[in-house]
């Protein structure tokens, strides 16, 4: 279904949830920047918030996120603390003057603190922000997932939940230390159904140790027949030298660069075959989804959660290491969990890096994410040395460019980052940092 052009995807690169990307924040952004920010939100405005749990119950070993186990009731209580503290911070700045249009709970496992916990944060920022038309969302562990939580789901008028999946191969599992039953998923997945979760996601991934395409059949053939609206279908990114857990997983038994790129094809052609729209390369959602429709009319987007529907230009992080998103500023809160409740509790914003977005990084941002999320993108013109290295995959015929246009070829999916990357100028200073294209 598509050629295979090693050379193209032989550089790794980012994801691109934003730009610049994380790679780039610096302490010289500090919370002076992040309070001018809220500062400069238009009032009215639509403001999507994230709060991030940093705990799980179990440590899966491919995790790339922020988190530590959950085996310390104080330790929970205290890092909730802070974070109903930040609530109020962010409220005393900014409730008067927007409206919430999206709360999305990620981690970590939101679902490792208790469902009392759990429904008192809901309850705080209904209280103190104007969420009556917010969408709310939340990630689940779904090995986590106790009875209770579906009554609690329901009463916070949660209508869209992640599972993480990866799998349901039981020596993949084990080989990555996620250990889950097939029928837990079913039933967590029926639960969600009960309460009226109109958008059930599955995270799955290719690329895994001792993964082959009769496994990854499997697996897409089980998250099929339980029919989630949305699937993401993620590559594994082993970098045992920025993530020490992943040493746990032998990198011998990993698929190579042909044996990945052939699995992300096989799950995309049989997820089409599925009838699941493509959404940007790794997700798909079926055409009535939100996700769906904002890709056939032009509006998808992209943000820290990935490919979204989301229109809001403002999204403000909660929590440890959350990131908060402006149109000319990232910034990202301390990534120590004692850090930020230090700083909080006093009153503080935890603010602990970023990076302020150029008038030039804003364009360039716009370009990459134009790619990613449609395909095609103006702007071309004004980087010329970016265009200059659009010369390989014009070769391949995987683009179109034009004077100032660039699209992408039905053949170009996979090469889809590569290419974006080459508006990335900041791209060759740490590429060890990256994980493959495909």
Known sequence: MWPYYP?????????????PTAAEFR???????HEAALATVVPGAAVSLYLHIPYCEQICWYCGCNTGAANKSARLAAYLDALHAEIDLLAGRISDRVRISRVAFGGGSPN????????????????????????????????????????????????????GVQTFNPSVQAKIGRVQPTNLIAEVTKELRSVGIES????????LPGQDLPELFDSLDQAIALRPERLAVFGYAHVPHLIPRQKRIDGAELPDQFGRFRQAAFAHH???????????????????????????EGR??????????????????LGASAISQFPGLLTQNEKSAG??????????????????RTAEDQARGRIIERLLCHGAADGAARFPAARASLDPFAAAGLIALDEDRLELTDRALPYARAI???????????????????
């Open 200 to 207: 059930i996601n599955f995270d799955l991934m290719y690329g």
């Open 339 to 356: 850090r930020y409740r230090m700083r909080t509790l006093a009153g503080q914003f935890a603010t602990e890096r970023g990076v302020l």
């Open 300 to 317: 998808l987007r992209r943000n820290f959660q990935g490919f979204t529907e989301d229109r809001a230009e403002v999204l403000i992080g």
């Open 7 to 19: 050379e193209l995807l032989a550089r790794p690169v980012p994801r691109y949830t934003s730009f």
């Open 270 to 296: 049989l997820l089409v075959k599925a009838r699941y729209q493509p959404v940007g390369f790794d997700h798909f959602a079926l055409p009535g989804d939100g996700l769906a429709v904002a890709a056939r």
């Open 420 to 438: 974006a990357a080459c508006f990335d100028p900041y791209r060759q200073v740490d590429p060890r940092r990256f994980s493959s294209a495909v």
């Open 27 to 33: 302490d010289a952004v500090g919370s002076s920047d």
């Open 112 to 163: 490792a603190i208790d469902t009392a916990a759990f429904g008192r944060l809901v309850a705080h920022l209904n209280d103190r922000f104007d969420t009556g038309d917010a969408v709310l969302s939340v990630e689940l562990d779904p090995r986590g997932y106790m009875p209770e939580w579906t009554d609690v789901l329901a009463r916070a008028r949660v209508t869209r939940a992640s599972l």
